[in-house]
């Protein structure tokens, strides 16, 4: 289709309670940046169910303008009713470029909407631009698992869209919310929504693992050694808040749930902290962590690749280490 | 139960190396394999076929004629039929033609071996890493989708699929036809047999050609039908190692860390 305007859009995903997950908030720092070269307005499309706080965030973090469509049929993410609702906006506004977070449900989405928009997707971008010459977006993104980079243009189709990784872009500081709010009554029959949630296990330890909303994330890897060895790894993320991850050697091995796995094969987190334990550096393990702010990694072989990409490297054995800076943390709080 | 699971033949990202004069991917030497992705979709398949054997599991790839490699290891593993789709005009395609591709080839093998309940994917290819083939060949066929499944199993006229999410596992039900794209499960994937790799080994795999696709547009396929254009790539920078930390003991290397991160106001 053709671009009716210079807009550019940002998804923002919604929580089941109605709040706005962080990436699309993030997200809104590198839109404005383009939508300036551009020459467009900076649109986010908030979906969901009661999104009152998801339409306010977005307001305050710099949307001129924030197109809401709210029903109870998108209280929970399903394909079919978010393509629906989107594609509708798409064809109705027709902005020039679209990002998404690449979360998991972005993932399920991006590719559903741009394949019925007929137009470009580039996969899970860590680095965004508008090209000079021809004013399209510049989207960079990792393949190979994660050793080559390739930056892709969509020069003919439009809207471009793009799933960008969370944790990649900042949130910028909250300013006072004066974006225009513009709604839109779009419902979905329940016969077009072709899936159905019977039921949701939980994790068996009963908690939420939500690695791509973390701050902090503390990860221990085949050097915990077994299913005890997360005790000290797990009292450190419990003294910092942090949510604990893991490698996948540490999944496989069965001594924690592959939920809290980080990586190619795992989650994609981009936290102000991450406390990679045990963990020897992987390209598969840094392909989902290579985006965290500060890094520290704490191994006994002073020669294992993760002290490559660590900010802090320790060199020691993380049983003596863990419990020390554990303390520390502990009594700092206190 | 007729199902399809599409196969992505792909280097094996573990074994690439760098050139550290050219700084570019050294593709010659690293070993083919079978997408490991879509390992676990053969095995979903399989798992249901195993209930079930009355049950015929199909496999397709798109690519060169190497990539029947990869269809004879999943003969072996556990399908028991394969198809390859290949032509020069499909060089070069990115997802969204890709997908496009696929789903007229699935027109056309349905008319050889019935309408598939269910078409499995891997989630994502472990080159081009970018998990969309599976959700657009869905849309290409108006069908509904479930990505990030580990499991799955047949009830009437439904596929219940278990997906990984953020809080645990959900229990989804899609109504058939659909497609289930799979990540990664607990377990591992069954091994093939002496007597079916044999057989694999014997198999003959056709070829389908565009020309064998009455209903292809070919301006959407290849690199010509492509919207998204790769304009350059490179090797990603490798950060430079920061601050080292390795004190007498390993209290005063922890008591160190913990001074520096406060300091940065990290924590
Ligand atoms: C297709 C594919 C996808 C993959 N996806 C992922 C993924 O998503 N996530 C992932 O993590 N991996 C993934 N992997 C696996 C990856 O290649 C590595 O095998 C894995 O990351 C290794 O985990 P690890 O670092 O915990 O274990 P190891 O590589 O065995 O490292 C253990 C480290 O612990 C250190 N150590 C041991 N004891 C102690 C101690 N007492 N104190 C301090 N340090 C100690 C050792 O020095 C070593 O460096 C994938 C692989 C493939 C092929
Ligand atoms: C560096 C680089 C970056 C790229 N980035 C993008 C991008 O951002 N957007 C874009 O649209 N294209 C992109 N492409 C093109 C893309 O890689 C190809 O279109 C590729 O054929 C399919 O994408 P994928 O490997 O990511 O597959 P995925 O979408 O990750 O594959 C998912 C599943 O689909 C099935 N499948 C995929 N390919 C085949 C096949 N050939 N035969 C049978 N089944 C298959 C498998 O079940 C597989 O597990 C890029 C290519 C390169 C080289």
Redesign the interface.
Known sequence: MEAKTKDLWVFVETNEDGTAKNVGIELLTPGKMMAGKQGGALVAVVIGSNVDAAVKAASEHGADKVIVVDGPEYAHYTTDAYTIALCTLVEKYGPTSMLIGATNNGRDLGPRVSCRLHTGLTADCTALDVDEESGNVAWTRPAFGGNLMATILCPDHRPQIGTVRPGVFKKSDAGEAKAEIIKEDIHVDAADIRTQVLELIKEADGENVDLEGAEIIVSGGRGVGGPEGFEPVKALADALGATVGASRAAVDAGWIAHAHQVGQTGKTVGPKLYIACGISGAIQHVAGMSGSDCIVAINKDPEAPIFDIADYGVVGNLFEVLPVLTEEVKKARA | MNMLVCVKQV?D??E?K?DPVKNT?IREGVPSIVNPFDGYALEAAARIKDKDPSAKIVVLSMGPEQAKAALKECLAIAADKAYLVSDRAFGGS???AT?YIISETIKKVEELEGKFDVIFCGKQA???????????I???LNY?????GLEAEVDGDVI?V?K????????????MP?VVTF??P?WDPRYPTIKRKMAANRAEIPTLTAADLPTIDLTHAGLKG???????????Q?????????EE???D???K??Q???D?S??
């Open positions: 280097p990202t573990t690439i760098i991917l990115d997802t969204l997908s472990i080159d081009g890493d970018t998990a969309q083939v599976g959700p657009e869905a849309e290409h509904p989708q479930v990505t990030y219940k278990k990984e999410v953020e809080e645990g596992v959900e229990v989804i039900a899609a109504k659909a990540t990664k607990a492509s919207p998204t254009k790769v304009k350059k790539t490179f090797v990603p490798k950060k430079t190692g920061g601050v080292k930390i390795k003991t390993a209290e290397s922890a008591k860390l913990f520096l991160l406060s940065a990290i924590i």
